[in-house]
Structures are given as C-alpha cells and as structure tokens.
C-alpha cells in the first residue's frame, strides 16, 4: 500500500482496533476516532507507530453530524487527505422486539446506521476531489440472516449493507470503491457482555467450530481497503467461519 491515510471509526478497541493495526502494518497513516475510551485508544495508537504510522487520535460520537464532519476535517489538517474509511463503531442494545423501547431502537440506529451515513457522506468530498478512496463498512452476520432479540441491531446492520451498495453505485466512476465485511461472533468486549456460556454455545454452532478473533475481520478489511482490490464494490464479505451458511 502506498502512503494512504485511513480513519477508523470505534478504533481503541476490538476490531477497530485490529484494523487500525493492520492499516498500519500495510503502510497507512491512521486515524481513530473513539467516544470514551481515551486509554484503549492510546493503546491502539502504540500498536499503530510500532508498525510505522503516524497516528492521530480524535473524540467524537459518529452519530452526529458535526462530529463527523469535524472527524474527518482533523484528518485533512494532519494529513492532506482521507483515502480509507473504515466504518466500524457499533454498540447494541438487545431486547425482544415487543417490549424494545424507541430510544433503545434508536440508539442502536443512530450509531451503527445514521453513523455510517454521516461518515460516508464527511468523506465523500475529500475522496471525489482526489478521485481515489476505499470505504469498507463493518456490518453483521446479523444484518444477513436477523437474530432473535437484535431487530435494531439487524435493522442497522441490514441497513449498512443498502448503504453500501447504493454509495458505490454512486461513486463507482470516481475511483471510489465501498465494500462492506460481515463479521461473525468475534471475541471481543461486545460478545464479552453475553457470557462464556454464550460463547461456548455460539462455537458449536459455527461450521469452522470456534469463534473468531478480531484479525480474522482486520485482514479482509486490509485487502478491501488495499489498492489490489480496486475491482471489487458493492460487495458483503461474509467472514464468519461458515455461519452464515450453516
Ligand atoms: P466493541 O469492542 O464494543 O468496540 C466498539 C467500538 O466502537 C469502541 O471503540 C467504541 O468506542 C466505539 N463506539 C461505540 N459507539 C460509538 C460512537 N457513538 N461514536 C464513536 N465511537 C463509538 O465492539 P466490536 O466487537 O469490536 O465491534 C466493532 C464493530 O463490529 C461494530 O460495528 C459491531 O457491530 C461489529 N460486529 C461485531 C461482532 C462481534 O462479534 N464482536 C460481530 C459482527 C459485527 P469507546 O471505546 O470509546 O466507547
């Protein structure tokens, strides 16, 4: 990878935190955006200057408008430019369906969703006037195939994949390609909250019989957001050691 500069949205941990390391071992200047955790994010930074980047750390809430705009803004400034956008903050808020309230429904949308949506749109300037980007967006298994006590988590996740393939249909004569990767149950803080049980259940049900570790998700991101895979948009890379086929 040339000097690219990538900005990776929930970036001081987990996954985002596994592709800002990759980003950086393929030669790319990052920046990582996180809402609260300023520690975890400084860690991701070591990891990211250990590989070579220059590294850039910025506080903001990817459901807003502003912050998004102000995100990528704060790139150019240390950077000159945006080429790689990895859209990747996410929370959820599980519950069944018939008693889900509005404002957990919503919450989840603002962030995984309208995020997205506000991210996409803060580098689409930037990325049209250098005719090149890669944007790759975090969905899920979920957003696939739903998930019983997730419908905003699914909706949000679904809705990832129609931005996706809408945003490339716009931009794929710009040199901008948007790819999406659907992880499947990934060993970090968010399946932390559901247990081990939930774990050691979750691993019999995958074909490949274990669950994931955030590079496995970090590597296919690398690849879509590498200049080697400028033949490839719309598209939803299903990396969930076969469950989505199960
Ligand atoms: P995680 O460990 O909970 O980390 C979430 C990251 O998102 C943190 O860096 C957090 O920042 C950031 N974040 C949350 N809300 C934000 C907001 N409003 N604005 C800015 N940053 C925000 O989650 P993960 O498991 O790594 O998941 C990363 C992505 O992969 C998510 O989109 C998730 O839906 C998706 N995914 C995960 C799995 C899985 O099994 N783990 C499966 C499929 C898809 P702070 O630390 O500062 O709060």
Redo the contacts with the bound molecule.
């Keep these: 990878m040339k000097r690219r500069v990538a900005i990776v949205?929930?970036?001081?941990?987990?996954?985002?935190?596994?592709c800002a390391a990759e980003l950086a071992a393929r030669g790319a200047d990052i920046v990582i955006?996180?809402?609260?955790?300023?520690e975890?994010?400084e860690e991701t930074a070591r990891l990211c200057r250990e590989r070579g980047a220059s590294v850039l750390l910025v506080?903001?809430?990817?459901?807003?408008e502003e912050?998004c705009a102000a995100l990528v803004k704060a790139a150019i400034d240390a950077f000159g430019s945006v080429d790689i956008l990895v859209?990747?903050?996410?929370?959820?808020k599980d519950g069944l369906l018939m008693t889900m309230s509005g404002e957990d429904f919503e919450a989840v949308i603002?962030?995984?969703l309208k995020?997205s949506f506000f991210m996409m749109k803060a580098v689409s300037r930037p990325m049209l006037r250098s005719k090149y980007g890669r944007i790759v967006n975090?969905?899920?298994?979920?957003g696939l195939m739903g998930n019983a006590g997730q419908a905003n988590?699914a909706a949000?996740?679904a809705g990832i994949i129609g931005l996706t393939k809408s945003f490339a249909k716009e931009v794929a004569k710009k040199g901008i390609t948007v790819n999406a990767v659907?992880?499947?149950?990934?060993?970090?803080?968010?399946?932390a909250?559901l247990g081990e049980k939930a774990g050691a259940d979750m691993g019999a049900l995958i074909p490949l019989g274990e669950?994931?570790r955030?590079e496995d998700?970090a590597s296919a991101v690398g690849f879509l957001a590498g200049e080697e895979a400028g033949y490839i948009t719309g598209q939803v890379i299903s990396v969930?050691g076969g469950m989505s086929i199960a």
């Design positions: 949205t929930g970036g001081s941990r987990g996954i985002g935190r596994a955006s996180y809402r609260n955790g300023r975890a994010a506080r903001g809430d990817v459901g807003i912050d859209n990747n903050a996410g929370i959820t603002d962030t995984n995020g975090i969905s899920s298994v979920v988590y949000s996740k659907a992880p499947g149950f990934i060993e970090t803080d968010m399946t909250a669950i994931g955030p998700i969930d």
